[in-house]
């Protein structure tokens, strides 16, 4: 069955510092894509990245990156450098191909990172 | 240009009453999903339409939840005789494309509290 865990929680870091949030997933399917979003204290879910099983490449944007490890089942997120304005709750989640008409994203619980001055 | 909208942003309801939730996707965008978010959980999965067919409602609760979008645009959430485990956020997404894989855009949700 597919399920997404995120095993942290909460995390707690001083401005500045790098922190790397947590996705492990699993999946029967070799076609899936995985995503990340972010929920500030707005609460509205602000997409940040998707990528799909096939495409391993780590990618960068300005001090975000993502980790994709198929071999792992892993897809963790980094903040490089990190500001009080990445507080936030981060949820990773996954989608499957072939999932008939089952449009849904699997969620995990989400980690609360609080980034303090 | 704009997001999804959500109305109201909250929602006290007697046990017992019903409650229509409303959602207005991104223009053009071909799917809509609605989602449950209980306090300090991820968004649960309740239902997806591409256009105006309800292709999936696996994750409504109970027959008191239902969900239309009679012309492909907006929709609307409803929930008869509310219980107290109701009580949630009740987020609302779009997507471009039918297709699986492509991001959903989310709208800033309905707060339902049920006294």
């Known amino acids: 069955a597919q399920k997404v865990t995120q095993a942290q929680t909460e995390i707690s870091v001083v401005e500045k510092e790098d922190v790397t949030l947590d996705c492990v997933y699993e999946t029967r399917d070799t076609t899936y894509y995985l995503f990340w979003y972010k929920q500030p204290p707005s609460g509205e879910l602000v997409f940040l990245i998707r990528r799909n099983s096939f495409d391993e490449q780590n990618e960068i944007s300005g001090r975000y990156s993502w980790n994709f490890q198929k071999s792992t089942s892993s897809f963790n997120f980094t903040i490089t450098a990190s500001q009080v304005v990445d507080s936030a709750v981060y949820f990773c989640?996954?989608?499957?191909?072939?999932?008939?008409?089952?449009?849904?994203?699997?969620w995990g619980l989400g980690t609360s990172l609080a980034v303090n001055p | 240009g704009a997001g999804v909208s959500q109305s109201p942003r909250y929602k006290v309801a007697k046990r017992g009453q019903d409650v229509a939730l409303r959602c207005d996707p991104i223009s053009g965008h071909v799917s809509l999903f609605w989602y449950q978010q209980a306090l300090g959980q991820g968004p649960e999965f309740l239902t997806y339409f591409q256009n105006e067919a309800q292709l999936d409602k696996s994750g409504l609760p109970s027959d008191r939840f239902f969900a239309e979008r009679p012309e492909g645009s907006v929709s609307t959430l409803k929930i008869q005789r509310t219980q107290q485990e109701d009580s949630a956020v009740y987020l609302c997404a779009s997507s471009l494309v039918g297709q699986v894989g492509y991001e959903q855009y989310f709208g800033p949700g309905t707060r339902l509290t049920v006294t």
């Open positions: 989640a996954l989608s499957e191909l072939y999932s008939g008409n089952n449009r849904k994203l699997i």
